[in-house]
């Protein structure tokens, strides 16, 4: 907590330090450790957690960085943040993000914007800027992520982290505000790929009431950093994707990325190259069906159930379908409502073949990209972004060029593979950069083992 006061000022990493309620947390668990009862807990225990304001806390506001859910305070615990308290790890605060998730700078939160501990001109990345900056500055040992379509990884890369999105349906969504239901995954966000796999292993496993959760055990993570440590990686096969890499990549990265497989190999991995021919239409297909859900599911913010209600104005008809306008327009930032329009056109009658048809499309292609790569190797690995961090503005004037950044990330999410993102050195300018494994699906501990050995 001094720490967090001390960074806070320049960093601004949180939306809420909830230190009483950590302090109290904490003492709870030094009583039960000093009676000897905290046997048997995770190796967590004890350590202390920043959550992205994505994954709803009892009883601590929670907005998604929005507007419209300002003063919102949940009666209920997501499912991760039940499994960390029964872990004993007391909950900091809650960190900043793009609004609704939506971004990749963290530019777009309304109420902050959170800083690059590395260098306060440049942005963390996003969505998940806080809990990466969190992290990165020595604020908490450990965070809580969200991962749409690069939103733990790619604040991972430009922050110096470990940045990490479970296989679709491995970590319970219950309770994380919904962004693109299909695409969207709670991950550990670390300073070493142990810590990540610790983490993992306390949030993972089957939850009933999340209906796309898989009835499986959490892949044995742990075992698997623990082996990786000994960088030892005779008999695996590694697979760098072809399709993600040179134009539009900063040479540098590029560099980076070279180095880092060279050790792979100096470790005794064996390397190939993988096409994965479809990658190039993922982004452009994801850019399709993350508003399409979008618009789907921020119609529940309608000014009647949570958080902000604005009435029309005077001589403005008092209306519920006003109210609900009033409230929309200024509840939701600019970024929200564009794919908010931009879903909403894609699935309207006469453009929904076109459109969302042919993205689905698009999605089945690659998840059999994958599946033919995983054939053939263990792992693939990428650069995790093309660039490193770049300057606040620099990309909020033209979107697209915001979206071109997530081309490296969103393959998983389109698949829902697992992925991960580790540091890799840094830029010329002094820059974090980030290596990123991908993993067949539940089969996570497959990119722990040789991102261990490597970090
Ligand atoms: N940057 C991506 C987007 O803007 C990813 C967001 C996320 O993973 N939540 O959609």
């Not at 096969?237 to 040479?251: A, M, S, T, W």
């Not at 470790?267 to 021919?277: F, N, R, T």
């Not at 008809?317 to 929200?336: C, H, I, L, S």
Request: with cysteine; charged share 20%.
């Amino acid at each position: 907590l001094d720490v967090i006061e001390k960074a806070e000022p320049s960093i601004d990493a949180f939306l809420k330090v909830s230190a009483e309620t950590a302090l109290a947390e904490a003492d709870a668990f030094d009583k039960k450790n000093a009676a000897g009862e905290t046997e048997g807990l995770p190796e967590l225990a004890g350590v202390p957690i920043a959550i992205k304001d994505m994954i709803v806390t009892k009883g601590i506001e929670t907005t998604a960085a929005s507007k419209i859910l300002e003063g919102w305070v949940p009666p209920y615990d997501a499912t991760v943040i039940s499994k960390i308290k029964a872990a004993g790890m007391p909950i900091l605060g809650k960190t900043n993000l793009d609004e609704f998730a939506q971004g990749s700078s963290t530019e777009h939160s309304a109420y902050k914007t959170t800083k690059n501990p590395w260098n306060t001109e440049h942005v963390p990345g996003g969505s998940g800027g806080g809990s990466a900056s969190a992290v990165g500055a020595f604020e908490a040992p450990i965070a809580l992520g969200t991962d749409t379509g690069g939103s733990i990884r790619q604040p991972g890369a430009f922050t110096g982290t470990v940045g990490v999105k479970p296989t679709y349906g491995g970590v319970s969504r219950f309770g994380a505000i919904a962004m693109a239901s299909s695409l969207d995954q709670i991950g550990p966000v670390s300073r070493t790929v142990l810590d990540a796999a610790l983490l993992h292993e306390v949030i993972g496993g089957h939850d009933k009431r999340d209906s796309t959760s898989i009835p499986r055990e959490v892949p044995p993570v742990v075992a698997a950093a623990r082996e990786g440590l000994k960088m030892d990686l005779k008999g695996v096969k590694v697979g760098l994707i072809k399709e993600l890499g040179g134009e539009g990549f900063q040479p540098d990265v590029e560099a980076r990325f070279n180095e880092s497989v060279k050790l792979l190999e100096d470790m005794g991995a064996e390397v190939v190259e993988i096409s994965c021919p479809h990658f190039p239409a993922a982004l452009g297909a994801y850019y399709i069906i993350m508003p399409s859900e979008v618009s789907s599911n921020l119609a529940r913010y309608d000014g009647m159930r949570y958080g902000l209600r604005v009435m029309p104005p005077a001589g403005v008809p008092q209306t519920a379908a006003n109210m609900m306008a009033y409230t929309r327009e200024a509840g939701f930032g600019d970024e929200v409502k564009r794919r908010i329009i931009l879903g909403t056109y894609a699935l309207s009658a006469g453009y929904y073949d076109a459109w969302y048809g042919s993205a689905q499309k698009v999605r089945t292609l690659i998840i059999e990209d994958f599946a033919k790569a995983f054939e053939q190797v263990d792992v693939l690995v990428s650069p995790t972004a093309p660039t490193t961090a770049f300057k606040f503005g620099e990309k909020t004037a033209d979107p697209i060029t915001m979206y071109l950044g997530d081309v490296a990330t969103i393959p998983a999410n389109m698949g829902g593979v697992p992925a991960m993102s580790i540091p890799a050195g840094l830029s010329e300018e002094g820059l974090p950069v980030g290596f990123q494994f991908f993993a067949p699906q539940m089969q996570d501990e497959k990119m722990y083992k040789p991102a261990a050995a490597l970090e």
